[in-house]
Structure formats: structure tokens, C-alpha cells
């Protein structure tokens, strides 16, 4: 079983809806959620960073977190095509003294104009 | 304000030979990780420094070796390369290890 699961995609939306993008993790005792973007050929980028259960948005990101139901979410509303790229979960925690941070396999995202 | 650098970007070498990658940042973080990104694995950490002179292992350090004696630099070394080492290698930095920020990469083929 993978640590961190992500939809795989890809997913295709049209300008202005809203992305929906998945991830579910297995480690009970992961403390810190990230969602990074990686545009093809590039770097991942730090987009949203969520640590308690709830929604947390930034603009027009919203990650929504669920520790009960190992969940984690984000939304992207008003998609632009420039949210077009790979989006990457990751889950972050301590396993004794070592904090571990592991990544989903990505989600890719197309918005078509 | 140069953040976190790799180079080189590009590399190609043969098999059995050695290769360096290296990394540098700039915002004195303490933590800097090595990863490697394969299409269907993700992200995997190779290696990962908490600071000056501490190092440990990742999730796949087998072929890899790392040191750091300045907190800026994090150099990544495959004694011996093998085909299997193809990947994109990205070196990411941290304060306090959950947030990472990561370099542009270095795309490494092993002919």
C-alpha cells in the first residue's frame, strides 16, 4: 500500500470551473500536509501548506483537510490554463526522532480554454 | 537572492562512471534533501542532512553518497553509474524540515 495516493488522473476541466483534486494518505500519526505544483520540466513549487482539520485557502486554492478520514483535498476554482501542470500531495510527520515527508505519484491537471 | 541551485542541469554519463551532483543554497536552512523523480514513483528521498557534518538515509540510498561539511552545500555523489540511476535529481532545503523548497533539478541519463 502506498503511503500517499493521489487521484491519478489526468484531470481535464474548462477555464473558470473548479479543479478537484484528491489525495488520501496512510500514516494516522502525519502531522503536516502540503500541496505543491510542478509545471512540466520544472521544479515543484510550494502551493499550500495545511497542518489542523479544515479548509485553508489562499486566492483561489483551497486545501481542505480530514486527519479522521486520512484526507486531503484542494481545490482550485476559476481554473486559468495556467494552472495547467502536475500537482503533488505530500504528507509529513515524525517516525521517531526522523520527520519524514512523502509524495503522492501527482495528479495531472489540464484547463482547456 | 539566489535561493537553491543544482548544477548541472544537464548530465550524461556512462555506466561504472562517477558523477557528482551539486546543490547550494542560500538561506542558510538547515535541513537539505536529495530526491529523485521517476515517471510512476514520484518523489522518492535518496538522502537527507539535518545539518553540517549529519547525514542519513532516505527511502532509496543504494548507489548514492552524500556529505556536508558548510551548511550551504549538499553534494550528491553515484560512485558507480548504472542505467537504473537515470531520473530527474532535485536537492530541496528546509528550516524545519516540512516546509521544502526545491531547485530547478538536474536531468541525469546513464547511457
Known amino acids: 500500500q502506498k503511503e500517499v495516493e493521489q487521484n491519478s488522473g489526468p484531470l481535464s476541466v474548462p477555464e473558470g470551473a473548479i479543479a478537484s483534486l484528491n489525495c488520501t494518505y496512510s500514516d494516522r500519526g502525519s502531522q503536516s500536509f502540503f500541496w505543491y505544483r510542478q509545471y512540466s520540466g520544472k521544479s515543484p513549487e510550494l502551493i499550500m501548506s495545511?497542518?489542523?482539520?479544515g479548509d485553508k485557502e489562499d486566492g483561489r486554492f483551497t486545501a481542505q483537510l480530514n486527519k479522521a478520514s486520512q484526507y486531503v483535498s484542494l481545490l482550485i476554482r476559476d481554473s486559468q490554463p495556467s494552472d495547467s501542470a502536475t500537482y503533488l500531495c505530500a504528507v509529513g510527520g515524525f517516525i521517531f526522532n526522523d520527520y519524514k515527508l512523502s509524495f503522492g505519484a501527482g495528479t495531472t491537471v489540464t484547463v482547456r480554454a | 537572492d539566489a535561493g537553491i541551485t543544482q548544477s548541472p542541469r544537464y548530465k550524461i554519463t556512462e555506466t561504472g562512471r562517477q558523477v557528482t551532483l551539486m546543490c547550494h543554497q542560500t538561506w542558510s536552512h538547515s535541513y537539505m534533501f536529495w530526491y529523485r523523480q521517476d515517471l510512476g514513483h514520484g518523489l522518492r528521498l535518496i538522502y537527507y542532512s539535518a545539518a553540517a557534518d549529519i547525514t542519513d538515509k532516505g527511502e532509496v540510498p543504494d548507489g548514492y553518497v552524500v556529505s556536508r561539511s558548510k551548511t550551504e552545500n549538499f553534494p550528491l555523489t553515484l560512485e558507480s553509474a548504472t542505467r537504473s540511476q537515470t531520473s530527474v535529481y532535485f536537492c530541496?532545503?528546509?528550516?524545519?524540515?516540512?516546509?521544502?523548497?526545491f531547485g530547478p533539478g538536474t536531468r541525469l541519463t546513464v547511457l
Open positions: 495545511i497542518y489542523s482539520n
Open positions: 530541496a532545503s528546509s528550516t524545519t524540515a516540512d516546509t521544502q523548497y
